[in-house]
């Protein structure tokens, strides 16, 4: 006899949980309405009048959704990770080539990494199965002060960033890892004069890397390094087929950098409302966001 014959029931479906419930609030905003009120939410995501409003107002205090009288629509939080998935979607896809390129090159394993905070995230990561030292993975995190693309994007990063990490207590990963905020600043100095950072063992036992940041003029928006087992002679042996990666990126992205217009005798430039180095980072940003 079956289960229902003898009067056992059948096992209760789970209720959704708490971020199920928001998936299916954000969800009901995919179509071409703007805007929606709260009835067409609850319609559209399937919840109860009160989970629905809950989750609505605790949407609109995070800014992931806006309130317009009775309407809600997409917030800016919403907005601005949109373009950021973009952007880091069309820096990976330009950057690809490039990537598998200089691992045929070098025979090293290679990454493509951008800087959220302290922190780096890996966009791309190109090696073999032999590549087992360091455990990285897309999406995976690592710390910026002692990793050679982190110190490649703080050197030339947001100054504000860059004095919140030198604040903050840094932590020793090995014995190697610089902890002083003096001494890691005049890391940074280095790292600006010579456009490549490396990281000495000092992430991973037996690691070393070199890394060049993706940047025309201004800012760093991403840094390709090479990671192996070498010496430091190996490093600075590849610094330089890193460096013409991380330029060769650039270039497929924006072009190449042109040097600013020297005025001549005769003639006066009016003073520029922002530097060219900021001029320059925004553009950057601007082209390869969803934006324009």
Request: with cysteine.
């Amino acid at each position: 006899m079956t289960a229902e014959l003898v009067g056992v029931p059948a096992p209760a479906t789970a209720a959704p949980s708490l971020l199920e419930k928001a998936a299916r609030v954000l969800a009901a905003f995919d179509g071409p309405e703007p805007r929606l009120s709260l009835t067409e939410v609850i319609r559209r995501s399937g919840l109860p009048r009160s989970s629905a409003h809950r989750i609505l107002d605790q949407l609109v205090q995070l800014r992931w959704l806006d309130r317009e009288g009775r309407d809600y629509r997409m917030g800016m939080r919403m907005l601005e990770l949109g373009a950021l998935a973009a952007h880091h979607n069309r820096l990976r896809q330009a950057a690809l080539p490039r990537l598998h390129a200089l691992h045929e090159s070098t025979g090293h394993l290679v990454h493509l990494y951008v800087l959220d905070g302290a922190e780096i995230v890996c966009l791309e990561r190109i090696g073999g199965s032999a590549d087992t030292a360091v455990p990285s993975r897309v999406g995976g995190r690592m710390p910026a002060h002692s990793t050679a693309a982190g110190k490649a994007l703080l050197a030339f990063g947001d100054p504000g960033v860059v004095e919140s990490v030198l604040a903050a207590r840094l932590r020793a990963h090995t014995p190697r890892t610089v902890v002083q905020p003096a001494q890691l600043r005049s890391r940074l100095a280095a790292v600006r004069d010579r456009g490549v950072a490396f990281d000495e063992e000092e992430t991973f036992r037996g690691v070393s890397c070199v890394a060049a940041p993706l940047r025309g003029a201004g800012r760093a928006i991403a840094a390709v390094s090479v990671s192996g087992r070498g010496a430091h002679r190996e490093l600075e042996r590849l610094a330089p087929a890193v460096r013409a990666c991380a330029r060769a990126v650039w270039q497929d992205l924006f072009g190449p950098t042109r040097p600013p217009r020297r005025p001549t005798p005769t003639e006066t430039l009016p003073a520029p409302d922002m530097s060219e180095q900021e001029m320059d980072t925004m553009m950057g940003w601007l082209w390869t966001s969803e934006w324009m």
